[in-house]
T-cell receptor, first 114, second 113 residues
Framework: ETGVTQTPRHLVMGMTNKKSLKCEQH?????MYWYKQSAKKPLELMFV???????ENNSVPSRFSPECPNSSHLFLHLHTLQPEDSALYLC?????????????FGDGTRLSIL | QKEVEQNSGPLSVPEGAIASLNCTYS??????FFWYRQYSGKSPELIMS????GDKEDGRFTAQLNKTSQYVSLLIRDSQPSDSATYLC?????????????FGTGTKLQVIP
C-alpha cells in the first residue's frame, strides 16, 4: 500500500466549481505538505501542517483553503479557480516539520481548470 | 541568489557511464540535504538523504556533501536507461522547530542506450 494516498488522481473543473483534494498518509508522520507543480516549473510549496497546526502559508491565494483534521489527513478545498491553477498538486508527509526528515510524496492530483 | 540551484540540463550520458548531478545552496547553516528522482508525470521519489560532510553510498548512488563550499552532488554509477528522469535537490533552511525545505528546479538526466 502506498504510504501517501491522494484522491482523486485527475480532476477537471470549471472556474465556478467547488471541489476538494484529499490526502491520507499511513506512515505515522506528524507533518504534511501541499505542493503545486506546473509544467516546466519547480515544486512550489503551498502549505505545511505540523501536528495539525498550519506553520507555513506560502502566499497562496485564498481560493485555496487547506484543512488538516488530524495528523493522517489533509485536504485542499478549491473554489473559483483560475486557468493558471491547472497543475499537478502533490501532497507529502514527513516524520516531523523540522526539515531534517525526508518527505514522502503521494502520486498527485492532476487538476485541469476549464 | 536562489536558495537551491541546479543546472536544468538535459545531462546526457551513455549507458554504463557515471552521471554526476550537482546542486549548490545559499544557507550556510543548512543541515539536511535530499535527492529525489521524478519520472515524467510522476511524483518525486526519495533516493538519498545526507547530513554530514563526505560521501554516502547506497547501491549505485553516491551523495557527496561539502558544507564549506555549499554544494551537494549525486553520482550514479553504471547508469541505466531507467535512470532517465529529473533529479531534484532539496535543502532545509531556517531555524526553530519548523524549518522550510526548498527544492531546486531539477536536472533532467538522459541515459543513452
Amino acid at each position: 500500500e502506498t504510504g501517501v494516498t491522494q484522491t482523486p488522481r485527475h480532476l477537471v473543473m470549471g472556474m465556478t466549481n467547488k471541489k476538494s483534494l484529499k490526502c491520507e498518509q499511513h506512515l505515522g508522520h506528524n507533518a504534511m505538505y501541499w505542493y503545486k507543480q506546473s509544467a516546466k516549473k519547480p515544486l512550489e510549496l503551498m502549505f505545511v501542517y505540523s501536528l495539525e497546526e498550519r506553520v507555513e502559508n506560502n502566499s497562496v491565494p485564498s481560493r485555496f483553503s487547506p484543512e488538516c483534521p488530524n495528523s493522517s489527513h489533509l485536504f485542499l478545498h478549491l473554489h473559483t479557480l483560475q486557468p493558471e491553477d491547472s497543475a499537478l498538486y502533490l501532497c507529502a508527509s514527513s516524520q516531523d516539520g523540522s526539515g531534517l526528515r525526508p518527505q514522502h510524496f503521494g502520486d498527485g492530483t492532476r487538476l485541469s481548470i476549464l | 541568489q536562489k536558495e537551491v540551484e541546479q543546472n536544468s540540463g538535459p545531462l546526457s550520458v551513455p549507458e554504463g557511464a557515471i552521471a554526476s548531478l550537482n546542486c549548490t545552496y545559499s544557507d550556510r547553516v543548512s543541515q539536511s540535504f535530499f535527492w529525489y528522482r521524478q519520472y515524467s508525470g510522476k511524483s518525486p521519489e526519495l533516493i538519498m538523504s545526507i547530513y554530514s560532510n563526505g560521501d554516502k553510498e547506497d547501491g549505485r548512488f553516491t551523495a557527496q556533501l561539502n558544507k564549506t563550499s555549499q554544494y551537494v552532488s549525486l553520482l550514479i554509477r553504471d547508469s541505466q536507461p531507467s535512470d532517465s528522469a529529473t533529479y531534484l535537490c532539496a535543502v532545509n533552511h531556517g531555524s526553530g522547530g519548523y524549518q522550510k525545505v526548498t527544492f531546486g528546479t531539477g536536472t533532467k538526466l538522459q541515459v543513452i542506450p
